[in-house]
């Protein structure tokens, strides 16, 4: 779920076709039951163990553990999960952060030793915070979440606390702890709840005090001794932005208590579009075959291979999603198809759309010409046309030192200038893979020219990518589609001028013949009856 999930809940997906049903009956019977195939991660990747060999045993509950929620139509279910028994403690995963906004050391580490017992659900490590008897606020800002795509997310951990707590009112808490989550990236977080989340098991228990100074005064939260360790269930909130979960201990101005354990975290989800399952094809009746329109030979661009490299950009137009657009002004008048465009919608997904943006358009790359889908593909150059990502994740994007987004920068000086746009990505299914080009637009160039320069990806050799430039539907030049994208290359698109045809002599006049009269018989004489 982060760049630790891919470590994102978007990395290499792993199908697990693995159901879990659980039976109370079964489990009060037979114990504990696990999937056959327990993910872990390690190194940003998800895999059947942690690296280390270890397992991860999500089903150690005091009761039956929920299956994941069905997946509609024909979505494919996935999981990853979070063990934390391949770390030495007190080391966290890569890029989970903590950080105390208020109050005196420790942060939240992970720990194999201490109180409350155990120490962890799964042997060794688990996460841990102390309860300290002065005011704090401990914050663990853990997966990023990454499902624009995806439905139907559930959470599920482990915990073990004892939070201070009133030993009168048993609804009344002191300490505590709460689940947090961030729907822009980890800028601002608020309540799991308030955020249109739900719990399904092992939710707040107590109300924290409003007299004693807590920074979540007011606020449900785990609080109190949980004797062990219990499993909390929570339906994770649709999220159209990237998203982050924290973990959160907030303490008063007096009175602490051993701390809250954290361990065995588990994510499942539905990977797909919501299309529906396919109809079975009825028997085909013979159609007549259309006609294509004619394809305008005139104006169209042309493609030849150039040398040019790279410009590197500095500016950050601040793209940094997937499927989403950025407008930006242009520094001079841009001519696209004898159209005169002051600014562009820059694309996570590899394109310049001069007039209408389609994102999100997610899975919707084609060859050339592009069909409408939200609206026309009409002047749009597709550098490479990808489900590229330029957000912030650190295995792919620590690539380039200014990450990864789209960059601008201008060359030359009026009334020749270039303007760069350069494309910092990553695969939005899998974060390790990058892509780096780039499109130059040139100012006052009498064929409207314009470059699309390559450097290298670190890609799959099976990427179906896709290039050229389109005007409207019966003007467009096609560079590649579905074929891996060229390597430190570059492509000069010009616009081929119409060649001015020769004028047709006037045809002199023809008289128009007349049909010549056809002679009438001449009668002959009868003879007389004798």
């Known amino acids: 779920m982060t ?120 042997a060794s ?4 915070i102390d309860d300290p008897a002065v005011v704090s606020d401990k914050r663990l800002d853990g997966w990023f979440l990454d499902f624009f795509e995806d439905c139907c997310v559930r959470l599920t951990f482990r915990h073990n606390f004892n ?67 219990i499993t909390t269930v929570v339906n994770v909130p649709t999220i159209q932005k990237q998203g982050r979960l924290r973990w959160r201990m907030a303490s008063d101005t007096s009175g602490g208590n051993e701390g809250w354990r954290v361990d065995s975290l588990y994510m499942t989800w539905c990977v797909g579009m919501g299309t529906p399952c396919p109809s079975p094809t009825p028997s085909p009746t013979a159609t007549p075959t259309p006609t294509p329109p004619p394809r305008a030979s005139c104006p169209q661009y042309t493609i030849t291979e150039g040398a040019g490299t790279i410009v590197p950009g500095s500016t950050d137009t601040g793209n940094h999603c997937v499927w989403c657009s950025t407008l930006i002004t242009l520094p001079f008048p841009f001519v696209l198809y004898n159209q005169a465009f002051n600014a562009v919608n820059v694309t996570s997904s590899g394109r310049l759309a001069f007039v209408c943006d389609n994102e999100p358009d997610g899975y919707r790359e084609r060859c050339l010409p592009a069909s409408p889908y939200n609206c026309g593909y009409d002047f749009t150059i597709f550098a490479l046309w990808y489900e590229w990502g330029t ?23 009026p009334p020749n200038r270039v303007f760069n746009i350069e494309w910092h990505v990553i695969d939005r299914k899998d974060s390790i893979q990058t892509g780096n080009f780039e499109v130059r637009l040139y100012e006052n160039d009498p064929n409207q020219r314009f470059d699309v320069v390559y450097g290298h990806s670190q890609k799959k050799p099976f990427t179906p990518a896709v290039a050229g430039v389109q005007g409207s539907p019966e003007f467009f030049t096609q560079d590649f589609c579905n074929v891996p994208a060229p390597q430190n290359a570059s492509r000069i698109y010009q616009l081929e001028p119409c060649a001015t045809p020769t004028p047709t002599p006037t045809p002199t006049a023809t008289a128009t013949p007349r049909a010549t009269p056809r002679q009438r018989p001449i009668p002959h004489p009868r003879p007389l009856p004798p």
């Open 3 to 122: 760049a630790n999930l891919k470590r994102t809940m978007r990395p290499t997906r792993l199908r697990i076709f693995c159901s879990l049903f659980f039976i109370v009956a079964v489990v009060a019977l037979l114990g504990p039951i696990s999937c056959s195939r327990a993910i872990g991660q390690r190194s940003g990747e998800l895999t059947s163990e942690d690296g280390h060999g270890n397992r991860v045993d999500l089903l150690r509950a005091s009761g039956p553990t929920p299956s994941p929620l069905p997946c509609p139509g024909c979505w494919n279910p996935s999981t990853a999960s979070e063990n934390f028994d391949w770390l030495t403690p007190p080391a966290l995963p890569p890029d989970w952060l903590a950080t105390n906004a208020l109050g005196p050391p420790p942060l939240w580490v992970t720990s194999d030793s201490g109180l409350p017992p155990p120490p962890a659900d799964t």
């Open 125 to 128: 490590n688990a996460l841990f």
């Open 163 to 229: 939070l201070e707590a009133s030993d009168v009112d048993s609804n009344l808490g002191f300490d505590g702890g709460v689940l947090e989550i961030s729907t822009d990236g980890g800028n601002t977080f608020e309540d799991i709840l308030s955020a249109g989340g739900s719990f399904v098991m092992g939710g707040y228990n107590r109300t924290i005090a409003t007299d004693r100074g807590s920074p979540i005064a007011g606020r449900q939260a785990w609080s109190g001794n949980s004797n062990g360790y």
């Open 391 to 413: 957000l912030t994740y650190p295995e792919g994007c620590s690539t380039w030192a200014n990450g990864c987004g789209i960059f601008t920068s201008i060359s030359g000086t």
